[in-house]
């Protein structure tokens, strides 16, 4: 099964509320939740699951990134990416990151898509990005 949310968004007020991460990754969240950014779900709230079964938990986790926009994260948006991380490691979940537009960028031969993992470049942008 895989749980979709709305992005993560540096603005204030906007993205997907931060206090809603650890409720999602318990599997407290309801099927079909409709998420507020200005207000998380609670424990009282009429579709909260309190005793979350396995099948309702988070196994993994996928950050999805396009490959052009890691160095180009604000301070505000790595800090949520940050959060998120943090609550993912803290909860035991595995995870990865899904580089998007990988052709488009420039250190990547786009005839041969194995020479991305040796570029050193490449390599650099991934793990200077890991929170």
């Not at 997907?16 to 318990?26: A, E, G, N, Q, R």
Request: hydrophobic residues 35%; glycine residues 4%; aromatic residues 6%.
């Amino acid at each position: 099964m895989l749980c979709d949310t709305m992005g993560l968004d540096g603005a204030e007020g906007a993205g997907l509320c931060m206090d809603d991460i650890p409720h999602i990754l318990k599997g407290c969240m309801p099927d079909r939740y409709q998420f507020n950014s200005r207000k998380p779900i609670t424990p009282e709230h009429s579709t909260f699951i309190t005793s979350p079964s396995l099948k309702d938990r988070i196994h993994c986790v996928a950050y999805v990134l396009d490959i052009n926009s890691i160095d180009n994260l604000y301070s505000k948006m790595l800090a949520k990416v940050k959060q998120v991380h943090k609550e993912v490691l803290n909860c035991g979940i595995a995870y990865v990151a899904l580089l998007t537009k990988v052709d488009d960028c420039s250190e990547v031969l786009q005839d041969n898509f194995l020479n991305m993992s040796r570029s050193m470049t490449s390599q650099s942008r991934i793990w200077n990005w890991t929170p």
